[in-house]
């Protein structure tokens, strides 16, 4: 069974803390992907990455930044959490680029962060 | 930047009716995907359209896309308690690795 798991479903931070979500998948996809999702405003993408080491930002990307070291592991990273960065977040992967099945994503669970 | 506009952003029916629901997009697509999300978890890929195709069916869905009018429908028949969530379509677009996603439509299935 196909799985993306995201190591905290609940985290509560401090303004100025630094945050680390992480995120492993097993289903050797090369494409990993970071959203935030806000009441009313849908899932906006943060960050992805096509392969090991490559990162690319997508629509909202200031304040963070990302790593990816190994192929199943994608990380996010707040270098100094704010309250405005208090959200859902959720990580996803996908196989298959620039065909027919282009974006369709396996998400993880999600991690709710509260920053306070 | 928002592709999918999902339609209506709310709608309660009674257990056993069908539930329809709208979204419109703006750009050229390789395919339209529709998504599932439960309360507080992640989502939930259920359906892929390609762009060439006008109509897909899964089970109780329906999946309808106009290119011509950048739209798409899903229609879930026959609708129980459990397919209370929140649906999203998303657009992945024509050479790119981004999918975007509407703000979703919240269903409520009144047993």
């Known amino acids: 069974d196909v799985k993306v798991t995201q190591s905290s479903r609940y985290l509560v931070k401090r303004t100025g803390e630094k945050v680390f979500l992480e995120c492993v998948q097993d289903?050797?996809?090369?494409?990993m992907f970071w959203y935030r999702q806000d009441p009313g405003l849908g899932l906006r993408l943060i960050y992805f990455?096509?392969?090991?080491?490559?990162?690319e930002k997508g629509d909202i990307p200031e304040g963070y930044s990302v790593s990816r070291e190994k192929k199943e592991r994608f990380s996010l990273i707040l270098e100094s959490a704010s309250t405005n960065q208090t959200s859902m977040y959720l990580c996803a992967s996908s196989l298959d680029v620039g065909g027919p099945n282009t974006g369709e994503l396996f998400f993880g669970e999600g991690s709710r962060l509260t920053v306070l | 930047s928002q592709q999918g506009e999902e339609d209506p952003q709310a709608l309660s029916i009674q257990e056993g009716e069908n539930a329809t629901m709208n979204c419109s997009y703006k750009t050229s697509i390789n395919n339209l995907q529709w998504y599932r999300q439960n309360s507080g978890r992640g989502l939930v890929h259920l359906i892929l359209i390609r762009s060439n195709e006008r109509e897909k069916h899964s089970g109780r869905l329906r999946v309808t896309l106009d290119t011509s009018k950048k739209s798409s429908s899903l229609l879930i028949t026959a609708s129980r308690a459990a397919d209370t969530a929140s649906y999203f379509c998303a657009t992945g677009n024509t050479g790119g690795f981004k999918t975007i996603f509407g703000a979703g439509t919240r269903l409520f299935v009144k047993a």
């Open positions: 289903m050797d996809h090369e494409n």
């Open positions: 990455s096509y392969d090991v080491k490559m990162k």
